[in-house]
């Protein structure tokens, strides 16, 4: 490897813990925001900080423009794997029944939890009630005559995305 490309990997790395404190902040801040709205914006910030750094260092550099436009793209694409890596780890932490349910069982340890007890703790009404709350005050959906709709915006995007990703990769 040679000595000008190994500074460009500190780039995805420094993006990433931006990424990393500026989350940390803002769910300490921002009491109101939803944990996803929190990870775009700090993804984004993170992004940035990946991106003025690979400027920085790709600025006056000996490599031919389409060498430079290619470093950038690769480098960013490293960044968006870590911070998906990120994304990941916090959704799967912040909304995970099952690690909570284990948690609470191996507090109770060697003593079982009945099973009415797991019921009445975790019932499928109140959980699909917090769940539609949750994506209501986060804006992702919204209630019309009754009825609930998806609001169009960033998530609604995120999620076509993925389903036509789906069709195409899987053919369903």
């Known amino acids: ?5 190994l500074p460009l990997l500190l780039a995805p790395a420094a993006g990433l813990l931006a990424d990393m404190v500026l989350h940390a902040a803002l769910a300490r801040l921002v009491v109101r925001a939803g944990h996803i709205r929190l990870q775009f914006v700090s993804f984004a910030a993170g992004a940035l900080v990946t991106l003025a750094l ?23 694409l490293i960044y ?3 911070g998906f890596c990120f994304f990941n780890v916090i959704s799967a932490n912040v909304s995970s029944l099952r690690i909570r349910m284990l948690k609470e069982m191996l507090r109770l340890d060697p003593a079982p939890m009945e099973y009415a007890a797991l019921c009445a703790r975790y019932s499928a009404r109140e959980m ?9 005050s986060g804006g992702q959906i919204e209630v019309r005559a009754g009825r609930y709709h998806l609001c169009k915006g960033g998530l609604s995007l995120v999620g076509r995305f993925f389903a036509g990703l789906r069709r195409l990769l899987l053919k369903a």
């Open 80 to 82: 968006a794997c870590l």
């Open 1 to 5: 490897m040679s000595r000008e490309i």
């Open 128 to 136: 699909l009630l917090s769940r539609l709350a949750r994506l209501e």
């Open 54 to 76: 690979l400027t920085a260092m790709l600025f006056g550099s000996p490599f031919t423009t389409a060498d430079t436009a290619g470093y950038l793209a690769l480098h960013m």
